[in-house]
């Protein structure tokens, strides 16, 4: 894999991982917790990240950039049902805002420059099949992280919701008596 192109899918992994990290931080230092949505566009988040992950692992191949691209899709889908629900005056918003655009439409514009990123990364070329590729320490830290943070995910997802169906406004976590 040219090494543009490796660098530019581990600034992908790096920078998914910080948006996952700033979602956690609203939800543990905000005390925000992530409503159905939020949780649809973290696992966005997380499966995008893993198309990147695999391209750092065994290099670029058109598979990943497509997992990538749906991932992307999805999580534009979720967070602009979101903006939506939210983009009527008077209709209230959910969660705080950063530099005055809520997570949700930060979601929407990220998800849209990672389908942009994805084109720019296809123009550049593909390597031919069988290439061979070796992963480095910052490509496996990286890698490393985002599956942490989806492991920590799926934990706090459960200590939320419990085995039923997440609450459309949630206020506290199910495993601690809602």
């Given at each position: ?98 530099l005055g ?24 070329g593909v ?21 942490a943070l ?29």
């Amino acid at each position: 894999m040219p090494r543009l192109v490796e660098l530019a899918n581990l600034l992908a992994v790096l920078g998914l991982g910080v948006v996952l990290l700033a979602a956690y931080g609203f939800q543990f230092a905000l005390g925000e917790l992530p409503c159905p949505l939020c949780t649809l566009q973290r696992i966005a988040f997380a499966l995008t990240a893993f198309g990147f992950v695999m391209n750092l692992r065994f290099g670029a191949k058109p598979a990943h950039y497509g997992l990538i691209i749906l991932a992307a899709l999805f999580g534009m889908t979720a967070s602009g049902r979101q903006v939506m629900l939210h983009i009527v005056p008077g209709s209230g918003a959910y969660g705080s805002a950063v530099l005055g655009l809520h997570f949700y439409t930060w979601a929407f514009i990220l998800f849209g420059l990672v389908v942009l990123g994805v084109a720019v990364l296809l123009l550049m070329g593909v390597p031919a099949a069988g290439t061979r590729h070796q992963t480095d320490v910052p490509a496996k830290a990286a890698a490393f992280l985002v599956i942490a943070l989806v492991l920590a995910n799926a934990v706090t997802t459960f200590v939320q919701c419990g085995p039923i169906e997440c609450p459309d406004d949630p206020t506290s976590y199910w495993l601690f008596g809602r």
